[in-house]
């Protein structure tokens, strides 16, 4: 089990982008509402930006060896 710091992310009706605080969580709890949850690429990510309207995850940031210091948006 990996625990992730999760930022997310939602828009009102006026369009204005809202955050809540970070919060961290296992990887069995994502993977339950991120609908793209496949389509990442898990190797060295710690932390996650959701989007809390389209259920997706919008952002990937990490660090491995092989790719050192990355962030990947989706």
């Excluded at 009706?13 to 605080?21: A, G, P, W």
């Excluded at 339950?32 to 389509?39: D, L």
Aim: proline letters at 0%; one cysteine or more.
């Amino acid at each position: 089990m990996k625990i992730y710091r999760v930022t997310t992310v939602y828009y009102d009706n006026k369009n204005i982008q809202h955050q809540q605080s970070e919060v961290s969580m296992v990887d069995s709890d994502i993977k339950n509402f991120a609908k793209n949850y496949n389509e990442i690429d898990w190797k060295g990510v710690n932390n996650i930006v959701y989007n809390k309207d389209s259920r997706r995850i919008i952002q990937t940031g990490g660090y491995s060896s092989d790719r050192g210091l990355f962030c990947d948006l989706y």
